[in-house]
T-cell receptor, first 114, second 113 residues
Framework: DTEVTQTPKHLVMGMTNKKSLKCEQHMGHRAMYWYKQKAKKPPELMFVYSYEKLSINESVPSRFSPECPNSSLLNLHLHALQPEDSALYLC?????????????FGPGTRLTVL | GDSVTQMEGPVTLSEEAFLTINCTYTATGYPSLFWYVQYPGEGLQLLLKATKADDKGSNKGFEATYRKETTSFHLEKGSVQVSDSAVYFCALSDRGGTYKYIFGTGTRLKVLA
């Protein structure tokens, strides 16, 4: 299995809602990533987990809260988002957090904040 | 800091034309280099990679060679198809201890039948 899966595919939420994005991989990878991608832009790194511990937080606002319950799962909890947070949220994984380790991306969750 | 510069798009070609998408980088040391492709409405797919100078990555008819002397990793394909229409991202893996990806801005390719 060489896939990274993400659910849901699409999500519409109001500014007062709480929702979660889910990412799963069964490749035995030990590093997992959350990216945010706006239209016609490259992905922007948000968080990195390495061996289930938060390794990098790119100064992301606290309304985004990541969680790594086990080595195969990565969640992104969303609360009190703003319309400008509307974007494609991509999850990725790699064997480890090393220079030669390519990242495998999921299909993304298209988030719209009303 | 490290950076990646890609040619401005969009690039519009006729089917069977030769493709070059330029990518140059600035980095301390010798990063790993990657090309990713993103089809409309999808995530990124790894197209090819190179981990050291003079390495050539290749996949699905696409090629790129890691050129240390010119700090470049240009993507080429001899004969493009309509199905190659997508956005192509060049990226490097930062050696600064975090191994984060640094992405270029992306180049949109449109291939006409």
């Amino acid at each position: 299995d060489t896939e990274v899966t993400q659910t849901p595919k699409h999500l519409v939420m109001g500014m007062t809602n709480k929702k979660s994005l889910k990412c799963e991989q069964h490749m035995g990878h030990r590093a997992m990533y959350w990216y945010k991608q706006k239209a016609k832009k490259p992905p922007e790194l948000m968080f990195v987990y390495s061996y289930e511990k938060l390794s990098i937080n790119e100064s992301v606002p606290s309304r985004f809260s990541p969680e790594c319950p086990n080595s195969s799962l990565l969640n992104l909890h969303l609360h009190a988002l703003q319309p400008e947070d509307s974007a494609l949220y991509l999850c990725a994984s790699s064997q480890g957090q090393g220079m030669n380790n390519e990242q495998f991306f999921g299909p993304g969750t298209r988030l719209t904040v009303l | 800091g490290d950076s990646v510069t890609q040619m401005e798009g969009p690039v519009t070609l006729s089917e069977e034309a030769f493709l070059t998408i330029n990518c140059t980088y600035t980095a301390t040391g010798y990063p790993s280099l990657f090309w990713y492709v993103q089809y409309p409405g999808e995530g990124l797919q790894l197209l090819l990679k190179a981990t050291k100078a003079d390495d050539k990555g290749s996949n699905k008819g696409f090629e790129a060679t890691y050129r240390k002397e010119t700090t470049s990793f240009h993507l080429e394909k001899g004969s493009v198809q309509v199905s190659d229409s997508a956005v192509y991202f060049c990226a490097l893996s930062d050696r600064g201890g975090t191994y984060k990806y640094i992405f270029g801005t992306g180049t949109r390719l449109k291939v006409l039948a």
